[in-house]
């Protein structure tokens, strides 16, 4: 087995954490990031490449022109690049000048009011009973309905939604059978077909009529004579049905667990509300529920004096990369008033997230409006906490409280 210094990436073994990526290191990643990076940063697991510094993870977002994050990178069923997420630059230059706008901080301040509503309408449904399973309740309804209602759709379509998206992202956990499965990679193109179909006819209906939606933005949508055709819209669509759902429902997942085991943190946050939206960068930085990004070699290379070739699957640990301590001498402290903290949760470059502001306003309008009516909760007692590798996630998610109402 040869180790960095050697000029090639270790192999992972049967002795090596990493190459279990199991339930147990899901629900405590960060020491097992901290062994990697000091024994072997750069490691080959299954065939692919994985880095684990920060040095590394950064170079490699910053340069799509050999690591891209083309269709190749990940099979979601789609039978066209997502946009933005799966066109490099040049091209992705002209897309990001379209979608940039539409989703910038500004516009996103503004709908507030209404993340605020929808929080509070779902607490409204479990807060008597004093308890509830946070992600069935909350974690996963919410995004799903601000999704719903920023692109015009009923409500009523939640669980089509739910449907959909479960069948990309985990179409091996829906049929039962291994991602690399034909089983599940049918169900994912069938998934897929769907997805493209029902946007479709929305989208039929918006050319006859637009609305005050994102679906009727995206049509009108202009920079310098450039719009976005049928496909591109589609694929737009795609990438914030699967994306724009799953990876908030993580992170509150995610951020509530911890918050509800660990009281002195919690009560900081209901003591100084003003606190919250720092403390959602350091939980988005000390959880990272996206715990990796998925790139692909397209030329030869080296990373930290080890090759890779072209065409070889790259994992980028965005978690590792977040306590690294090249970046964050102290990133093993919880610091909800951490200032600068330059994380990667949403990933770097060119394809940082999209959404992020999004993501960030409805984190924060979760957190606030949450603790201002139970600012006291606990996971139920005898519950061992699951998380789910990778897209970390809580598969259970039991709280306890008493409220104000």
């Known amino acids: 087995m040869e180790t960095t210094s050697g000029g090639a990436a270790k192999e992972a073994d049967q002795d090596n954490p990493f190459s279990r990526m199991d339930p147990g290191m899901a629900a405590n990643p960060q020491p097992i990031y901290k062994v990697m990076r000091e024994a072997c940063p750069v490691l080959r697991v299954d065939g692919n490449v994985v880095l684990m510094r920060r040095e590394d993870i950064d170079h490699a977002l910053r340069h799509p022109e050999v690591f891209s994050s083309n269709m190749s990178a990940v099979e979601l069923g789609n039978v066209r690049p997502l946009i933005p997420l799966q066109i490099d630059p040049p091209n992705h230059v002209k897309y990001r000048r379209i979608l940039d706008p539409l989703f910038s901080p500004k516009r996103m ?84 077909t769907s997805i493209y179909e029902y946007f479709d006819k929305v989208l039929d209906d918006r050319e006859v ?18 719009r976005l055709t049928r496909e591109e819209i589609l694929d737009v669509c795609f990438l914030f049905l699967i994306a724009g759902l799953d990876t908030v429902t993580d992170s509150l997942e995610c951020f509530f667990a911890y918050l509800a085991r660990h009281p002195d943190q919690r009560q900081l946050l209901v003591d100084d509300p003003s606190v919250i939206p720092s403390a959602v960068e350091e939980l988005l930085r000390w959880e990272s529920p996206v715990s990796g990004v998925a790139r692909v070699a397209v030329q030869d290379t080296e990373v930290g004096g080890c090759p890779i070739n072209a065409g070889e699957q790259v994992a980028v640990l965005l978690g590792s990369a977040n306590t690294d301590e090249s970046e964050f001498p102290d990133g093993y402290e919880v610091n909800f008033r951490r200032d600068p903290n330059r994380h990667l949760a949403f990933g770097g470059g060119v ?31 005898g519950v061992d906490l699951v998380y789910t590798p990778f897209m970390r996630s809580v598969e259970y998610l039991p709280l306890v409280f008493e409220t104000t109402l």
């Open 209 to 226: 009529e637009r609305r005050d939606d994102w679906l009727s933005q995206f049509l009108d949508a202009e920079v310098d004579g450039d």
């Open 109 to 192: 301040a503004v709908l507030d009011p209404m993340v605020a509503g929808l929080v509070n309408e779902l607490i409204d449904d479990f807060v008597r009973r004093g308890e509830c399973d946070f992600a069935e309740d909350f974690a996963v309804p919410l995004p799903s309905k601000v999704f719903l209602t920023l692109l015009g759709l009923p409500l009523a379509d939640l669980d089509v939604f739910l449907t959909m998206k479960d069948g990309i992202i985990r179409p091996d956990a829906v049929k039962g059978a291994s991602r690399e499965s034909e089983v599940a990679k049918s169900y994912q193109k069938e998934v897929a």
């Open 351 to 381: 394809h940082r997230c999209l959404g992020s502001h999004l993501a960030r306003l409805e984190l924060r309008v979760a957190m606030r409006e949450w603790h201002k009516r139970i600012p006291e909760y606990q996971v139920k007692e």
